[in-house]
């Protein structure tokens, strides 16, 4: 981890780019690695964000952004059982879990152990949303509980943290 001050600037890369650095991350690295420390950034940063949030609500979609979701909820969760601060985790599955990517599959099962509970519709309120519904490679609109989840992530006045780029970006155009 590096700091980024206000002062400097980054570059911002594209779908390919980004997919190129994922592998060039997974290579030499044990299965499910890369989102074990990426769900666990998100957690942390999460806190970082919002550190009075009291209600979090993790939407997670169908696909590896989504495990990064799950993961970064396992560990909120687990901080809420750990701590005199009362927290709640609200979890969101836009996804057939056996339909699930591997290293998504693997974070569901995971979340499930750890006694995350995965519920069907939003929480009516919350202090902090994390958005890990679509990642770089979704590049179709979204439709049905997807879209209708997307279109409260955006409708949100609370703050709304994003796993790779808000979903429904598109990495390449901005659009």
């Known amino acids: 981890m590096r700091r980024i001050s206000g002062t400097t ?5 594209g779908a390919e780019a980004s997919r190129a650095i994922e592998q060039a991350a997974l290579a030499g690295h044990p299965a499910h690695n890369l989102m074990a420390r990426a769900g666990a950034s998100v957690a942390l940063l ?3 964000v919002a550190p009075h949030a009291r209600s979090i609500w993790v939407a997670c979609g169908p696909g590896n952004n ?3 979701g799950l993961v970064a909820a396992t560990h909120l969760h687990q901080a809420a059982q750990h701590s005199d601060i009362p927290l709640q985790v609200a979890v969101t599955l836009c996804a057939t ?3 699930l990517p591997a290293d998504a599959a ?3 099962h ?3 152990a750890a006694g995350v509970r995965i519920q069907d519709t939003p929480p009516g309120s919350f202090d902090l949303a994390i958005d890990a519904l679509l990642g770089i490679g979704h590049l179709r609109t979204p439709e049905g509980q997807l879209a209708a989840q997307l279109q409260q992530l955006q409708a949100s006045t609370a703050p709304v943290l994003c796993v790779d780029l808000p979903s429904g970006l598109d990495a390449d155009s901005g659009r």
């Open 9 to 13: 600037t980054e570059p911002l890369y």
């Open 46 to 48: 999460a806190r970082a």
């Open 66 to 68: 989504g495990g990064d």
């Open 97 to 99: 879990p056996d339909r």
């Open 106 to 108: 693997h974070a569901l």
């Open 110 to 112: 995971l979340a499930r």
